[in-house]
C-alpha cells in the first residue's frame, strides 16, 4: 500500500517497498510471472494500479536512497502496459475483491482483477 507521497516514487522508480516488520511472502514472487497490483490511499479513496511484474528478485534495501529507509523490503517492478487504475469502491461493489485486499492473492481474485483493470480502469500516466 502506498499514499500520495509514495505513489510516485513507486512509480517513477519501478520499486514496491515493505516495512520489514509487514514484511511480505517474498518466495510468492516469482521474477517476470508473478502479476502484482499497488493499492494506494486511504479507507475512502483507494486506488488499485496494475498489472505489474517483478523484473527482480525481492530483497532488503535495493534501492536503499528510496523511501527515506522506511520500506527496506523491496522487489523492482514493471508495469504491463497499459498501466491501468481503478477504484477500490468499485471493485468491492462488483464483488472483484474484498474491502481488506490480502497481500497475496489468490488466482482467480487476480484474474478477476486482470479482467476489471482492463474493462473498467483509467489509464496511468507514469511520472
Sequence with gaps: ??????LPICLHNGVFGAATA??????AIK??????FLLEGKA??????????????????LQPAL???RYREQVL??????LRSVSLDALVAAGTVPRRVPSTLPPEMVERLLAALQAQGQAVRRP
Design 1 to 6: 500500500m502506498c499514499d500520495a507521497t509514495t
Design 44 to 61: 475512502s479513496a483507494c486506488r488499485i494500479y496494475g498489472p505489474f511484474v517483478a523484473t527482480a528478485p525481492p530483497g532488503r534495501d
Design 22 to 27: 509487514t514484511k511480505p511472502p517474498q518466495s
Design 67 to 69: 523511501f527515506a529507509g
Design 77 to 82: 517492478v514493471r508495469a504491463l502496459p497499459p
Design 31 to 36: 521474477v517476470g510471472t508473478t502479476r502484482l
